[in-house]
């Protein structure tokens, strides 16, 4: 991406932008990543009294059935269980913040799995990509930021968004869950006619 | 009611979860402690990846490079029906979520909330999620290099959701 932005610059004469491009975002990730640490920290702390609490057990064990069909590869003792319940109801709740580290421990959990597998070279899972496209298929039920940013710009309707942006929804979460479960049969059959 | 629950449900859930933790009998504020420490370490360590490819969105949008994709794409999108005004902002969304509000208000500014676009662009914005920043930071965490079939994966789902925004969206202003 660096070498396109820097090559169209020299094309277009724009290097100079580029140049601040350059420095302007790197303050934007510091910046960034100070929130980050805020929020991030805060949540990692609200979820631990839940996990330790029991919280987390009880809603990854109502999950259960969801979690097996998405993951079969995750039995049900499996370490990223618990963390990808998280996961997937902070997101439908609409708490981002809460969502992320959550998903990060679920990944770390996941890819444990790999390691025993080397010279599988840093290859994701089935189970990571899945929960990976289901995170960015959004699952947020609730648009509440956008709802805010309505009212604030003189909305008639600022929640008149809300069924079609929960239908919409829908659609991209169902569009992934389909892909993945297609993949995940056609990897089991790649693999099953390479033996 | 809906916008006190959108605002309320935050608060809501850390009360929850504290209280929960306090009928437990859990040291909760010792408990808070341990995650936030986790916490920390969680962003240090993704923070490089971060800056990574902040940085390089950041160069590739000053060199102009996107608006002109946006340009190139205007007439294959008018093929899709996706408005013009609608092709940089499903372009941005897939690389920041800060730039794509921005460009979401400027739609909202210049044509209102409530028109066709307005309505569009706020369905297209809560269905669909930063393609490259989630991959980049979740990957990135576990040193994964091989993405496999996540990026189409993810694009497909996008395209579902810009489909769907689209077309759940028109003749309802």
Partial sequence: MILIGVIWGTMNGSLDSVTQGVLDSAKDTVALGLTLLGVMSFWCGVLKVGERAGLIDWLSGKLGPLLDFLFPGLGRTHPARRPIAVNIVANILGLGMAATPAGLEAMKAMAEDCEPQAGSGGAASNAMCTFLILNISSLQLIPINMIAYRSQYGSAAPTAVLGPALAATACSTLAAVVFCKVMELWTMRRRRAGR | ?173
Avoid at chain 2, 16 to 44: C, E, Q
Avoid at chain 2, 84 to 102: E, H, K, Q
Wanted: glycine share 10%; charged share 10%.
């Fill in chain 2, 1 to 173: 009611m809906m916008e006190w629950l959108s605002h309320a449900i935050m608060p809501l859930t850390i009360a929850y979860i504290v209280g929960f933790g306090f009928l437990s009998g859990r040291p909760v504020f010792h408990d808070f402690l341990d995650g936030a420490k986790d916490g920390m370490k969680t962003v240090a360590e993704i923070f490089p990846t971060l800056l990574g490819l902040m940085t390089a969105v950041g160069v590739l949008r000053a060199s102009g490079f996107l608006d002109a994709l946006g340009g190139w794409l205007t007439v294959p999108a008018g093929w899709l029906h996706i408005p013009a005004p609608l092709v940089p902002v499903t372009l941005v969304r897939m690389v920041s979520n800060s730039a794509a509000i921005g460009l979401v208000l400027d739609i909202f500014r210049q044509y209102g909330p409530d028109s066709q676009l307005g309505l569009t662009a706020s369905v297209l914005m809560s269905c669909t999620e930063t393609v490259f920043y989630c991959i980049s930071i979740y990957f990135g965490s576990v040193k994964i290099k091989k993405t496999r079939y996540v990026l189409p994966g993810a694009l497909l789902a996008t395209a579902a959701g810009v489909a769907a925004s689209i077309w759940l969206t028109s003749g309802l202003s």
